[in-house]
């Protein structure tokens, strides 16, 4: 595998952690803070988690929005977590926003009320094996729209709540990764960034 | 707390970085707040520069006030209790705030000891000066620090001590030799384990946010440039001539902390600051409580 360079969007949130993730298996990353940032050149991009609204309003209004978009749409590898999973949503059931709208699933924001409703657990993902997942004021995919009941690939399930999926160039989980002492799921991400 | 709470708080802290915490009083500025991009908002009753001004005893703000913010926005709340007030924190965490800001901008109800945050399942964030005042709030259970600065005076220059003074404390602790950390214990009055953290990590062991005097977009890049992991803006929004403007110039400097040129276009035509007051100018120094 040759080295790639991930992109990973540092508008807001815990994005130093994918950074150290990535860093540490041998990838290069980039910072995405602005437009001009958008001309390097990557094989991946990673949206971190953080408060989805301001990563949102922010993408916009530093004019990020549509290229990165129209580069999910045409194909660049994406990994979200958390608030990057709500941003890549088509649909949200507890807001009228819809940000890129890429990942064929409906998510619910805040799915397990606030803070008091965080937690830590330890579940199967397809393909992995049993991976730490750590829900902060997490989403969860309540369903997977029909427009992709064929390609959305249903990767971990919590509690009868999905919190894993992958849809062609596009991996979105409602937890954590980058926060627990495991690199497995950046490393399925890597080999995405591979095709 | 168990550990893992502990875990979960410190992380839900993480999650705010490279983020904007403001204060607000009503849910209307609140969704004025996380409209402007917020990563979280403060409810609070008066905002600081008030409460300097009505002077007298201030203290945790009015659950249902808190409740009714809770209700219009949906980025994380917090709300502050006076120092060492554990039953105010019991309140705030009764109904479900995000985190708890155990603050001197409120009264001190107690003037020896702060609160037993380990009690807690929420998260507190304290306010510190030095390394020595964040790492004894850390070691009673906060999950995140923030600088005091002066809250309520549009001043930044006690942020900027206070972020300078705890950053030249961890670099002389990281060039220590390890059997030196515990006559630095015991000078800092704070367990072994938690400066040998700061000696192998050369940071605190959680998130660490600027706080105090911020009011424009090159104040808030200041702290970020300086180290800060993020900002909380208090009376410098909404004491404004714009507030929406302002807030969302200073949200942007935040991310692009570093972007001179864009730092500029962002201070264009702000509208007024707030008054601020001058350092000599102060009668109640909100920093010196608790220690």
């Known amino acids: 595998m040759s080295k790639k360079t991930i992109a990973v969007l540092a508008v807001q949130g815990a994005f130093a952690e994918h950074i150290d993730r990535m860093k540490a298996l041998g990838a290069e990353c980039i910072e995405l803070r602005q437009k001009a940032d958008l001309d390097q050149e990557f094989d991946g991009l990673i949206l971190p988690g953080g408060e989805s609204t301001v990563q949102g309003k922010l993408l916009r209004e530093l004019d990020m929005f549509g290229s990165l978009q129209e580069k999910i749409k045409n194909g660049l590898p994406v990994f979200g977590t958390c608030a990057g999973l709500i941003l890549l949503a088509q649909e949200l059931s507890n807001d009228e926003h819809v940000y890129f709208g890429t990942l064929p699933v409906r998510v619910q924001r805040n799915a397990y009320g606030r803070q008091l409703g965080s937690f830590h657990a330890e579940q199967e993902v397809k393909g992995i094996g049993t991976v730490p997942m750590t829900f902060i004021r997490a989403p969860y995919i309540e369903a997977i729209e029909e427009a992709g009941e064929k390609e959305v690939e249903i990767l971990a399930v919590v509690d009868n709540r999905i919190v894993a999926v992958r849809c062609r160039n596009q991996l979105g989980v409602a937890f954590h990764p980058e926060l627990d002492a495991d690199n497995r799921i950046h490393e399925m991400f890597l080999q995405m960034c591979d095709h | 707390m168990s550990e893992e709470r502990y875990a979960l708080n410190k992380q839900l802290a993480q999650m705010l970085k490279g983020g904007v915490i403001m204060d607000v009083t009503t849910p209307e500025q609140a969704r004025i707040a996380e409209e402007a991009g917020a990563c979280a908002v403060m409810a609070l009753e008066r905002i600081p520069a008030d409460i300097r001004a009505a002077g007298g005893v201030s203290r945790m703000s009015d659950p249902k006030m808190i409740k009714g913010i809770q209700e219009a926005v949906s980025i994380p ?124 990590n050369g940071r605190l ?79 109640i120094l909100m920093a010196e409580r608790g220690k």
């Open chain 2, 77 to 200: 709340v917090m709300a502050k209790c006076r120092i060492g007030h554990f039953v105010e924190a019991q309140i705030l965490e009764a109904i479900e705030i995000d985190y708890i800001d155990e603050s001197e901008v409120l009264s001190p109800a107690d003037d020896v000891y702060h609160i037993n945050k380990r009690d807690f399942k929420v998260p507190f964030v304290c306010g510190a000066k030095d390394l020595g005042e964040a790492l004894r709030r850390i070691n009673e259970g906060a999950s995140m620090i923030r600088t005091k600065g002066e809250p309520g005076t549009g001043d930044v220059v006690q942020a900027v001590r206070h972020m300078r003074k705890m950053n030249s404390e961890i670099a002389k602790i990281t060039s220590m030799r390890k059997d030196e950390l515990f006559e630095e214990a015991k000078q800092l009055a704070v367990p072994y384990e938690l400066v040998e953290y700061v000696h192998d």
């Open chain 2, 205 to 283: 062991p959680v998130v660490n946010f600027a706080a105090g005097g911020v009011a424009t977009p090159a104040d808030a890049a200041l702290m970020m440039q300086l180290g800060a992991e993020g900002v909380f803006v208090g009376s410098g929004i909404f004491k404004s001539g714009d507030p929406k403007k302002r807030a969302a110039a200073i949200v942007k400097a935040v991310t692009n902390y570093q972007d001179s040129k864009l730092i500029a276009e962002l201070s264009e035509d702000l509208g007024e600051a707030m008054v601020g007051i001058n350092e000599q100018e102060i009668e």
